[in-house]
């Protein structure tokens, strides 16, 4: 990897930096619609977020100790016994086209399966239409309906992968 580059757990000063990373790409595409994370309050929070419901993780990405981008793992409520849902998957737009959302997805499904999740669940839209192609290329499948309740009404792109 880039020495430049660095993937470590989320920490409290990385929510202000990450959530303009999120908010960022997402209006970069013009997806920044309600029923997605883009009004999701916890955004602004996720280290406060994840460091408080067991079972979820996340990464972080820096690039010259600037975020760039990010990862998580989530139990998502109401999904099946053993999945665990990918979320907040985003990069600045310099990050992108490096191989970095790559490494951050398999990191956090890496950090899943050693948890002990079976199977890693995701919520996506056309407007992200380069990320869902990753995603499939790892091996993740298109499904026809979404599972879990994650309060993303705004995604219709859902996909599951065995770990």
Same mark, same amino acid.
């Given at each position: 990897?880039?020495?430049?580059?660095?993937?470590?757990?989320?920490?409290?000063?990385?929510?202000?930096?990450?959530?303009?990373?999120?908010?960022? #790409?997402?209006? *970069?595409?013009?997806?920044?619609?309600?029923?997605?994370? !883009?009004?999701?309050?916890? /955004?602004?929070?996720?280290?406060?977020?994840?460091?408080?419901?067991?079972?979820?993780?996340?990464?972080?990405?820096?690039?010259?100790?600037?975020?760039?981008?990010?990862?998580?793992?989530?139990? /998502?409520?109401?999904?099946?016994?053993? +999945?665990?849902?990918?979320?907040?998957? !985003?990069?600045?737009?310099?990050?992108?086209g490096t191989g970095l959302g790559k490494?951050?997805?398999?990191?956090?499904?890496?950090?899943?399966?050693?948890? =002990? !999740?079976?199977?890693?669940?995701?919520?996506?839209?056309?407007?992200?239409?380069? #990320?869902? +192609?990753? !995603? *499939?290329?790892? =091996?993740?499948?298109?499904?026809?309906?979404?599972?879990?309740?994650?309060?993303?009404?705004?995604?219709?792109?859902?996909?599951?992968?065995?770990?």
């Amino acid at each position: 990897m880039n020495p430049t580059i660095q993937i470590r757990p989320i920490e409290l000063n990385d929510n202000i930096d990450l959530a303009k990373v999120i908010r960022g #790409a997402l209006e *970069e595409f013009g997806a920044n619609k309600p029923g997605t994370v !883009y009004f999701d309050p916890t /955004t602004d929070a996720l280290f406060e977020l994840f460091n408080t419901t067991p079972g979820s993780y996340y990464f972080i990405a820096l690039k010259n100790n600037q975020v760039v981008g990010g990862a998580g793992i989530y139990p /998502t409520e109401n999904l099946p016994q053993g +999945t665990c849902e990918l979320v907040k998957l !985003y990069l600045h737009k310099d990050a992108r086209g490096t191989g970095l959302g790559k490494e951050l997805l398999n990191t956090a499904m890496q950090w899943a399966k050693e948890f =002990g !999740y079976l199977q890693v669940y995701l919520e996506s839209m056309p407007e992200l239409s380069k #990320a869902v +192609t990753i !995603y *499939e290329n790892v =091996g993740f499948k298109r499904i026809n309906h979404p599972l879990g309740n994650s309060g993303h009404c705004g995604c219709d792109i859902w996909m599951i992968k065995d770990l």
